[in-house]
């Protein structure tokens, strides 16, 4: 092919994306964006029908991110993305459902449906931007805020203990858990990659700029001041014991993929002790079927990408 | 260039590129927030920062040394804005026959 | 549509409220339900758990009831008639999700086994002290329909229609049993599947392009839209277009809003049900409602011994509340008598519709049994006073 | 028949509630008649007191509970204790002879006990003193036809347990025709 | 008794409704909040974050607002006089606490910021649309207190009313701002604190073998107990008789519910605060509360030049309703004309209290914004005719 | 002192319950009310004044431990007791505050209540009676309930993966943690008396049997059975990492103190940031100061033992 | 035995006890639930149940070898009812006097 | 002094809010007036457009909004073109020189520009944008008195900037009084 035949691509996260609800609401230098990105591009390269995915986010910064997403979408309560997609997935098993949603979405409001969500091993996908506050509601502290920070409720500097999230997501039950940062674009992309393809509920932590109400306030400067703040202080330690990957301002931060194992998710283990007990009357589940199966009228919209 | 090039990078936006030999960026100037991401982290330095705004009144990246890009799309993937894209202009192959 | 025979344990049985509810939701096309156990509830989701693996439906027990509330509405977008099933202190954590539900116009059903409360009050022990709860429990404005079994048999044949209506309104609908019709036993006959109508889910005809999942049709209801097949369809509690995008502004909450309320409030005779008897010629009319209902009867009987002209007019659907029947009945009779095991609340309907031209006599019980029927007939023989 | 009114008493695990549903089936499935049964235990009574109430009728059944029981059986002293004092003027108690001792409380009414425990323990199994005071019910009140009443507790037991538990019925029977 | 000087601001402020409630709860003696953050109310905690440190209070952000409602129950048993702040949603999470503040007869105090709704809805603008959920919206009969400010300046005033009122009624009592009064930023007067009234405490003064804890006093309220003395209090969610002891029966329900209950509905009169202007001679009555009554004054002023004649009642207590004036003005006018930033909710209660003697008209809105005062006026216009 | 002039002591526990409440309303060969007389001796030991302690319970059998404790004593909502407990302490920190409350309640509905506790550090004892079930509603499946089990909502055995709670717990932050079965009444004691002497969240499992509901249906007999079957299987092992403390059925059953170090509570985090910022201006918080103390019109129903 | 100590123990509900020369348990049947804890638990094999019902219809613990108790009051750290303790009737030293 | 309408936008970062608080608090608390200040940001507008609404009167402010500002203050081109409409048709425009476009839609109304940022540049912060524009108002306008504003200004500014903040205010002042 010669070069004057070429066209030029177009970007390839506009396929992915509602782009007639472009400019998003995010502000200049939030890292959301970026990781939207990875998102975009690690769906593409799951190869999975776009028609076959869900995302499911609470309410926030980052809970806008399914109403930017051209696949179907939801945008539901504050804090209870888990359990709406837990629903979901268990009425839908063949579609890959991924939760992405913010730190005081998943980990304040949410924490009991994650852990419990980790507990069953529900097949979802859990991305978790964490930038160590409320931003939707102004910058307030929360259970992933440094102590020492200043936020909106904690004026004269935070001093709870923050979670460590990998070690809190491990010892719940997820078997895959990684830790990246908004900088690493090219390790995210894998790793929600890897996330789509693993079977279970998977936990993302992604450290991500909120400059407007978290950096500016936090002597981080700009969005990109603190990208390479991330750049500066990450270390990649695949296989880290969780244990020890608490964020401390000021030292290392550890990234990489820290759990990987393998368990049966809640649906392997329905269908096998229904069957144990059940025998030939059960019927192995394999989501609900519809009275009115849909397809038959709609069999022609569906897209095969 | 082709005119198809062309058009086809009009479509998207008003985008704006200069084709290198390896590959160039694609700038939707209008959609950019400024933040810098994609000068800062492109690995060949071929963008800098515009003295000038966009209507929004934000600063929104050029090229400064376009036959330094190598298509890697490093950009695309960290503008939080889907303003700036990276494409390859020329086959892998080709890349490394001219290297 | 007819039933789904898999769902419909046809014939009859001796079983309780709660269980004849299970049955009811088999034979809808249920075939999703989340719960947490609470008395006197727990049974429903019981025998759910028993019963739904045979016929290729799933029950999953959640952390909470903020979780039961929400996984049912993600079931939902993903096809699948849902239930949920819990009681007062339960219910008041599915506020929020009941107003999600009502915003984002997702079919399901709540069933509430009304015990005495407020807070953890009575667990074992009956009350129909939720029912104003069940009208305005959630912020803001929205329209649901609420309807009220006073036996078992009821308890199945109406969780059916809740079903129904909640498909055809693609509203939140509620069941508000009380624990003396859950926790009752009774002979319950279950049809023939083929004599059972159930309403599908309202799919669009209209292909991805063409179609807007909020737009509504005549009957201000919209259709859906089943996942998985490209409309890639967005589904937020934010005030919302007919393309389902956030719109943050006073014109497209109007829009939003009033139709909520009114697809509701205008197909409200359409919803309604209720049923009389003896109420011409009567002096009295006594309005009731659930377990209530079959003491009322007993009053009256009292009350007509003694030669009192005394009617009932028993609410089957509760929400929306049949006003209109009032009005007309309140310029023909002297008075209206409402026993409730509350102190007071749908009886606040009854007295806004006869609107001073019939008296309006509340019987108040705070719960924990039933009225005692000479109760009731005494505040009859009053109010032809 | 008009109105009847029934009230089971015992320990949990002497199957008070089972005794319930199985007279209501007789009457409600297989006896052409209404019945409406409510069971009751609450937090209190963890593993210890319940009951259950019953009403018979070929009426409509519209007051749900009982009132004023027209026969009682009482399976423990607790039982006996707590809801003689409502047993109707006219009632009929039935008790467990060896658990209960009647006093003074029961007044002009009606009694008769079994000592069911004694009758299921020689049938090997103590779980069954339910079926024998069932069938000593059948046999004292003709509330209900015998063969209602057998294919009730059929439907009702644990598969594989009919024969046991029917035998158990039969005995109750028997002692009630014989005594 | 006197407010505390420490947290009295005395002065004059340009602050919005948000501050001022900060600074109003401060004035009451409030050292203990818990709060969880939620647009448009956010502001109020923020402040108390900022303020409480210095005047030895205590607030704690929590895990969510199911732990924010009940964190202050906790800490009001440990003495101390208690506020949390939502808006809608979370608003919806807190019902179940409030319900055992109910029954516990805890005092405290809660303050939603009214936005649009239902669901997420508009979270930045506008709306009045809780009014009847801040009524009904937990489970089972209970008696509360709402007030509603219409100006910075009320929200200062007002929130001390409500905690003086918590304290005198040991009873849930809410601060029902909506997001323009919360986000309006007007002059504020803060009196001197020896200018302050505040209601301290009930304490027992009997000893501990003498004194049981629900043993109501005349007003129906018992005294409390402080914890850590020796008492051995037993507070319980569950139906309970004097002592705090669980009771599981329905006379135990009857004695304590009819008194929870019957303590706001007796003492309604002296909860009661409404303002009137022009009655006298009126054909048409404005009844309205919050912004709105603002919002109709512009109304009832363009009716005015057209010659109308036109009231209006402002609610400053919101509940319990003052049922008893409307049935009094209903005999001497035309009709009512109720203005509500929701579809319909006090207006209800206005419509059943007048009882056709006067007609009673809704102004409906679905919030986002305010009326447009023509919109009032022009519904007062067709009232009279 | 000889024997003839001594009196029997009064069973210690009667000054410590309401006695007049007797018999309580749990089953028999039900564990809670022995780790009550556990509990019992170990205030005692504490020489905790009665009135400094206060017992606060959620919902459930466990959740009734609150109203037979002659203490302050709460019984609040279901799952909300550590919040609870939250406020009381922080208003009045000089107090001892217990929870005690079951498994599902603090781990099921309570669980987000849990972590976040144990993340800041609240100075609240956490006590934990696991009998694997709801039983309170009963006997359904729950987070505790081992896969395989029968419970009412799980009629054809349970096949979700349960919590390994001190493992939950020490990710989330609690400075101690330790498991118990309620066979071991002594070690039970100590366990307790320790959490009491501890400063900050302390977690405590105490594995108990609920012959009634989830004993009878799953095979362990009675409850004196099920406690022989503790004594058979349980394991010392003080220092155990948590990871390793799952139960798995059939197997041994990990026991002892798990997890004990120091870190600030709350408040003192709390007193410390807000001294570093504000200096002098900030009065130290030592509790609520109540406009109308009531010591003084109370002072003499103080009791002082 | 004193008047003293019966007294005392009559007090507790009709608690029933049998001294040893160490220590003897103190059972208050009544409040039996009959669970068999202290029997199964008690070191010394004092105690087993009993043939008859409490008026509850529970089996309780009765004394079978009264000398062997050392009041080590497992029993009443292990009976979920409060309805067993052990005292300890002789002081320590004199307990190991005795031995 | 009837019912005056001001509206201030501009983006998040320029003070716009600050702005509005200054002049109400010129107004309510050292002019003797009434003033209702309102504020809009959405979650649309994170860190861009944002508003103040102010209405000052010498009666009671009853309904709060602006409807039709009587002044609009635009600081960049987004506020321009969004409010431009709703201003009164007698109405006075205010707008930063450098950033906003004034064009046909303006009308017949007055408007008067000001290079504000480049001031404040020069006064070595571009922060104090805000104060420039306030000095502006205040000399064009005379709807508050000078000392109101400053003293306004000096309550309402983080402490140690009070000198910065009101020489950019004079700026403002200056220039309004000079063009
Ligand atoms: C029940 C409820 N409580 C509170 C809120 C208010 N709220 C909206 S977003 C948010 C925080 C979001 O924080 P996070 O999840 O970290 O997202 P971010 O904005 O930081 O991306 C809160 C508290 C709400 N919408 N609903
Ligand atoms: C909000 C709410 N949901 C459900 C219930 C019903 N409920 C009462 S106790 C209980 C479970 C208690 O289990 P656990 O904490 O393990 O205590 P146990 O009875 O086993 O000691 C439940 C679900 C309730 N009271 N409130
Ligand atoms: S506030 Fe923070 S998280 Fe939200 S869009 Fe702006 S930068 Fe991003
Ligand atoms: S990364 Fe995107 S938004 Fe940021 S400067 Fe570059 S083009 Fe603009
Ligand atoms: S494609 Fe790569 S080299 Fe080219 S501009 Fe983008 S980041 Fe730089
Ligand atoms: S049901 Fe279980 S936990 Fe509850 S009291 Fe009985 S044995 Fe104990
Ligand atoms: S431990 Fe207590 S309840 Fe159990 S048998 Fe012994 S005395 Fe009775
Ligand atoms: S005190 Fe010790 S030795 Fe004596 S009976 Fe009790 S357990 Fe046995
Ligand atoms: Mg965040
Ligand atoms: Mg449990």
């Known amino acids: 092919m010669s070069m004057a035949e070429m066209e030029v691509p177009r970007n390839v996260v506009e396929e992915y994306l509602c782009m007639d609800r472009m400019p998003h609401m995010w502000c200049s230098g939030c890292g959301i964006g970026t990781t939207v990105n990875c998102f975009v591009r690690a769906i593409e390269r799951s190869k999975i029908p776009r028609n076959k995915i869900a995302v499911v986010s609470g309410i926030g910064c980052t809970g806008r991110v399914a109403g930017y997403i051209a696949t179907d979408s939801f945008h539901t309560t504050h804090g209870r993305a888990i359990p709406f997609a837990t629903g979901l997935k268990l009425a839908r098993p063949e579609m ?31 991305i978790c931007i964490n930038n160590f506050t409320y931003a939707m509601t102004g910058g307030q502290a929360g259970p992933t805020t440094p102590p020492g920070s200043i936020s909106t409720t904690a004026p004269y500097g935070g001093f709870e203990q923050e979670f460590n999230l990998p070690y809190l997501a491990e010892s719940s039950g997820a078997v895959y858990v990684a830790r990246w940062t908004s900088f690493h674009v090219t390790q995210l992309t894998r790793a929600m990659a890897e996330c789509l393809k693993k079977k279970g509920m998977t936990f993302l932590e992604i450290i991500t700029p909120c400059p407007t109400l978290y950096g500016r306030r936090n002597r981080q400067g700009t969005g990109v001041d603190t990208m390479k703040m991330y750049r500066e202080m990450s270390v990649v330690k695949h296989g880290a014991d969780t244990k020890e990957a608490a964020i401390v301002p000021g030292k290392e931060i550890l990234v990489g993929r820290f759990v990987d194992i393998d368990r049966p998710t809640f649906l392997d283990g329905y269908n096998k002790q229904m069957k144990s007990r059940l025998g030939e009357r059960f019927p192995e589940y394999r989501g609900i079927s519809e009275e009115s199966d849909p397809l038959e009228q709609h069999g022609e919209n569906e897209i095969e990408q | 260039m082709s005119a198809e090039v062309n058009s086809a990078i009009k479509s998207s936006e008003e985008a704006k590129e200069r084709k290198g030999p390896k590959g160039c960026p694609v700038i939707t100037a209008e959609r950019c927030k400024g933040c810098g991401f994609c000068v800062e982290f492109c690995p060949s330095n071929v963008l800098r920062m515009s003295r000038s705004f966009n209507s929004k009144g934000y600063h929104h990246p050029e090229i400064v040394d376009a036959e330094a890009c190598t298509g890697c799309d490093l950009c695309g993937m960290y503008c939080p804005d889907f303003a700036i894209y990276g494409i390859r202009t020329g086959g892998k192959k080709r890349m490394k026959d001219e290297g | 549509m007819k039933a789904d025979p898999a769902g419909v344990l046809t014939g009859a049985h001796f079983i309780d409220g709660d269980h004849a509810c299970c049955e009811g939701a088999l034979a809808a096309g249920c075939r999703f339900s989340a719960g947490y156990p609470i008395t006197p509830s727990t049974e429903v989701v019981e025998r759910i758990a028993a019963r739904f693996p045979h016929v290729g439906g799933m029950f999953i027990q959640m952390e909470d009831e903020l979780a039961a509330s929400i996984a049912i509405l993600g079931a939902a977008w993903g096809g699948a008639k849902v239930l949920t099933v819990t009681s007062g202190p339960g219910f008041s954590l599915m506020m929020e999700h009941i107003g999600f539900a009502a915003m984002t116009e997702t079919p399901c059903v709540f069933v509430d086994v009304q ?6 009050g009575l667990p ?10 069940v009208r305005w429990g959630s912020h803001g404005d929205y329209g649901i329909i609420a309807l009220s079994p006073n036996s078992p048999q009821e308890c199945f044949n109406l969780t059916i229609e809740a079903f129904n209506l909640a498909e055809t309104y693609r509203v939140p609908t509620f069941l508000m049993m009380d624990e003396s019709v859950g926790h009752m036993t009774e002979r319950v006959v279950i049809p023939a599947a083929d004599e059972i109508e159930v309403v599908p889910r309202r799919y669009t005809s209209k292909p991805s392009g063409e179609y807007l999942p909020y737009e509504p049709e005549e009957d201000l209801v919209p259709a859906m839209v089943p996942v998985g097949r490209g409309y890639n369809v967005h589904v937020t509690g934010l005030t919302h277009d007919e393309r389902g995008y956030p719109v943050m502004n006073a014109a497209a909450q109007d829009r939003l809003i009033r139709r909520l309320v009114d697809k509701i409030r205008k197909n409200a005779r359409r919803i309604a049900r209720y049923e009389e008897s003896r109420i011409e010629g009567a002096d009295v009319v006594v309005v009731s409602y659930g377990i209530t209902s079959r003491v009322a009867m007993e009053g009256i009987r009292l009350a007509r011994e003694n030669g009192i002209k005394v009617g009932i007019l028993r609410l089957v659907v509760v929400w929306p509340f049949p006003g209109w029947r009032i009005a007309e009945l309140s310029g023909q009779i002297k008075a209206f008598v409402v026993p409730e095991l509350n102190m007071g609340q749908m009886v606040l309907e009854v007295e806004r519709y006869a609107a001073g031209r019939a008296k309006t006599h509340c019987v108040p019980h705070a719960g924990g049994t039933v009225h005692d029927p000479k109760e009731i007939a005494t505040v009859i023989e009053e109010a032809v006073k | 028949m008009s109105r009847t009114e029934v009230k089971i008493g015992g320990f949990g695990g002497q199957g008070v509630i089972l005794t319930g549903l199985v007279l209501g089936k007789a009457a409600a499935l297989y006896g052409g008649l209404n019945a409406t049964m409510i069971q009751s235990f609450g937090p209190e009574a963890r593993g210890s007191a319940c009951s259950s109430q019953l009403v018979i009728s070929d009426q409509e059944i519209l007051y749900p509970y009982v009132r004023q029981p027209n026969i009682l059986v009482a399976i423990n002293q607790e039982a006996y204790t707590k809801f003689v004092p409502e047993l109707a003027p006219d009632g009929l108690l039935l008790f467990e002879e060896d658990l209960v001792h009647v006093d003074e409380r029961v007044g002009h009414r009606r009694a008769r006990g079994i000592p069911a425990t004694r009758i299921a323990e020689e049938l090997g199994n103590r ?10 019910f059948s046999a004292t009140t003709g509330l209900l036809r015998e063969e209602a009443v057998r294919e009730a507790v059929r439907v009702s037991v644990p598969r594989g347990t009919e024969e046991l538990n029917l035998e158990a019925y039969g005995r109750g029977v028997e002692y009630g025709i014989r005594n």
Chains 1, 6 share one sequence.
Do not use: C, E, W
């Open chain 1, 96 to 126: 890959t459902v991924i939760v992405y949603s913010g730190d005081g979405d998943l980990i304040a409001i949410g924490g009991n449906h994650l852990i419990h969500g980790a507990r069953r091993n529900i097949d979802l996908k859990i």
């Open chain 4, 127 to 136: 779980i069954v003193v339910n079926m024998v005071m069932l069938g000593f």
């Open chain 3, 115 to 120: 015990r005495a409360g407020p807070s953890t």
């Open chain 3, 124 to 133: 074992t022990l009956p009350a129909q002290a939720d029912m104003m709860q």
